[in-house]
């Protein structure tokens, strides 16, 4: 009897494990069912005047002058560039300049420098971190990692340069951007500062798989990521790179500040 009983104890156990077995397959099966892979998965740069990610959260406490400000900001950069293995409270396009001071070595501190300008001639300068005298460019003259205006009442971020885009100023005091992420995605835009120290899209190409029929080209003026709201355009990737090389031989270097002046009497 009591064997018995044991033998369908033990059944039910079976059983029972069983059927959690075969509902995690059945629950497998329909998230598959309901969430597919997108063949044609969105880039990771998405829709925006400026690329997600690019825009730093702001860190510099408010009701300070500018010149407090940009001092603030000027000495977190310097702490970074001179000791970039130590940097841990990466923010305020901190990020993006630790990675050029850790390429750059023990030059760090010689070829970054920053810029104080008032590129839309508002009153109001712009800070401009990055290098500015490209020895030898094979891109840009110019290349900026971080930057950053002064609204009135505090220091607020405009963009910060990611691994895979480049942001430089051109001679006409507008803003060269180019990104990419992966063979079928880039952009290639020029963005102005308007009195309020916002960027304002002036040209947005970019590139986009279509369904079936390799790349196609387009364009707006609105900085948004979206073929339906765009001109398409037709180019060959050769006149794409043509494109992307003139508006880059509009960018030339800037005299700079190295911060290995700053903090010096």
Not at 61 to 75: I, Q, R
Not at 83 to 103: N, T
């Amino acid at each position: 009897m009591l064997n018995k009983f044991f033998e369908n104890k033990k059944r039910l156990v079976i059983i029972a494990g069983a059927i959690v077995i075969i509902a995690i397959a059945i629950a497998v099966i329909c998230s598959l069912c309901l969430n597919p892979k997108d063949p044609n998965p969105e880039p990771s740069i998405p829709e925006g005047t400026v690329p997600e990610g690019t825009v730093p959260e702001g860190t510099v406490p408010g009701d300070v002058s500018p010149e407090e400000a940009y001092k603030l900001k000027l000495d977190e950069f310097r702490q970074v560039i001179a000791d970039p293995e130590d940097a841990d409270a990466l923010y305020d396009g901190l990020q993006s300049v630790r990675d050029a001071a850790l390429e750059f070595g023990d030059e760090a501190l010689d070829k970054i420098g920053f810029v104080l300008d008032d590129v839309n001639k508002d009153g109001k300068e712009e800070l401009f971190v990055g290098c500015f005298d490209n020895e030898d460019p094979s891109d840009v003259n110019n290349e900026i990692y971080a930057a950053f205006t002064y609204d009135g009442d505090n220091l607020t971020p405009l963009f910060e340069k990611q691994k895979q885009n480049t942001f430089a100023l051109t001679d006409a005091g507008t803003v060269y951007f180019y990104g990419t992420d992966g063979a079928q995605y880039y952009i290639l835009a020029e963005y102005a500062l308007d009195e309020n120290g916002k960027l304002i899209c002036k040209d947005f190409y970019f590139t986009y798989p279509k369904d079936g029929n390799g790349i196609g080209y387009y364009h707006n003026t609105t900085g948004v990521w979206d073929p339906e709201g765009s001109e398409e355009i037709q180019m060959t990737p050769e006149e794409f790179e043509e494109m992307r090389k003139e508006l880059a031989g509009k960018t030339v270097p800037l005299e700079d500040v190295k911060f290995s002046e700053v903090g010096k009497q």
